[in-house]
């Protein structure tokens, strides 16, 4: 999940618009098994329908316009995901799915004004997860930091620069045989054309206005 800046319509400041949403779904579900024998290759998982699991959460969100200028937004998501049925691997009833975390959380804050620059920096936060189906090897949570900036030039081109992991947080991405990190800090800039390609579709439509 993210957040660019953008020159949408403003709603006055002080604005406030809360939601929510209660998750809950169950099916199949397919995933990584743990094997009791290793394959020929030593690969001590294999890929597999697992059976049936169900998973149950509460989406929350809402957001600011603290100012014409000014907008803040977060959300946060919590889910249970829980293997409810498991033929041929029992053990795995009741435990969390893989690669899964239950807490999610997103906080974004952006200075918008078109004359001058956008700027929004954005906190992205996970909770701890596992790898495994077994759930023995286990993924600390983490906090990450992004920056996004963007300056009109002329016409539709924009010059941008973005920044993901600020704080070159280093965490754990996956555990499958070998310790994997996220990415570290990484930068980038460039040009952006806006709205072009939006247009010229709008303008090949049938029935669209000047045809």
């Known amino acids: 999940m993210g957040h660019r800046?953008?020159?949408?319509?403003?709603?006055?400041a002080g604005a406030h618009r809360p939601r929510h949403r209660l998750l809950e779904r169950?099916?199949?579900?397919?995933t990584n098994v743990t094997l009791a024998t290793p394959l020929p290759d030593g690969t001590p998982r294999q890929r597999q329908n697992l059976g049936r699991a169900r998973v149950r959460?509460?989406?929350?969100g809402a957001d600011w316009r603290l100012s014409r200028q000014w907008l803040a937004l977060a959300a946060y998501t919590f889910v249970d995901p829980v293997v409810t049925r498991a033929p041929g691997q029992p053990d795995l009833v009741g435990r969390q799915l893989a690669q899964d975390p239950r807490h999610r959380g997103f906080l974004a804050v952006t200075f918008d004004a078109p004359s001058i620059v956008s700027v929004?920096?954005?906190l992205r936060v996970l909770g701890p997860q596992y790898e495994d189906d077994l759930n023995t090897r286990g993924m600390g949570g983490a906090a990450v930091v992004d920056l996004f900036v963007s300056r009109h030039l002329f016409w539709?081109?924009?010059?941008?620069g973005a920044v993901e992991n600020l704080f070159d947080r280093q965490y754990l991405a996956g555990r499958a045989g070998v310790d994997t990190l996220a990415p570290p800090f990484q930068a980038?800039?460039?040009?952006?054309l806006r709205d072009v390609f939006s247009e010229s579709s709008a303008r090949a439509a049938p029935g669209a206005?000047?045809?």
């Open 26 to 30: 169950a099916g199949r579900a397919i």
């Open 188 to 192: 980038r800039v460039g040009l952006r």
């Open 156 to 160: 539709k081109v924009d010059a941008f």
């Open 120 to 122: 929004t920096a954005q």
């Open 5 to 12: 800046g953008g020159r949408g319509g403003h709603r006055p």
């Open 57 to 60: 959460g509460v989406e929350l």
């Open 209 to 211: 206005p000047g045809r």
